[in-house]
């Protein structure tokens, strides 16, 4: 692995586009949106710790729902705080549109406040910078390759 975060380990080489179609319910999926990030993007969790480890740990666990790669190593995510049991996750998604937004959103918000030292996890979309391919990790590229996609 190219970073000091684990990924889910593929039990299914043939997995196809579209291969994740069981969510949980997106009932009631609360988020803010804000126009740019504060800081350099996309972040990646080099150096956390304690809970805001954890929270990273969580997100590189969540793939995108038409990929086998996770949302970090995609991209999506702007930054990360926990402050009083309290995490704040700002990210993007691919584009405006995106048919899987609620689903993905939910899905952050879920595997975010599940983690220990968690007790409220809010959800920023944040559009600027617009998110590019040049903002896939390394690992993130080879997950795709591996995948079939040209990158």
Do not use: H
Request: one cysteine or more.
């Amino acid at each position: 692995m190219s970073s000091e975060y684990e990924r889910p380990e593929r039990d299914d080489d043939d997995a196809m586009a579209c291969g994740y179609t069981s969510y949980d319910s997106d009932d009631d999926v609360e988020y803010a949106e804000k126009e740019s990030a504060d800081n350099e993007v996309p972040a990646t969790g080099r150096g956390a710790e304690g809970v805001e480890r954890r929270v990273w740990e969580a997100l590189y666990r969540v793939e995108d729902p038409e990929m086998p790669i996770s949302i970090v190593d995609l991209g999506l995510i702007y930054g990360v705080d926990v402050d009083d049991g309290t995490a704040t996750v700002d990210m993007t998604l691919t584009y405006t549109g995106c048919p899987a937004r609620d689903m993905l959103l939910n899905e952050v918000k879920q595997s975010v406040a599940a983690v220990d030292g968690v007790e409220t996890a809010e959800i920023t979309l944040v559009w600027s910078p617009g998110w590019t391919v040049e903002m896939v990790t390394e690992q993130g590229k080879e997950s795709l390759r591996e995948f079939g996609l040209s990158v």
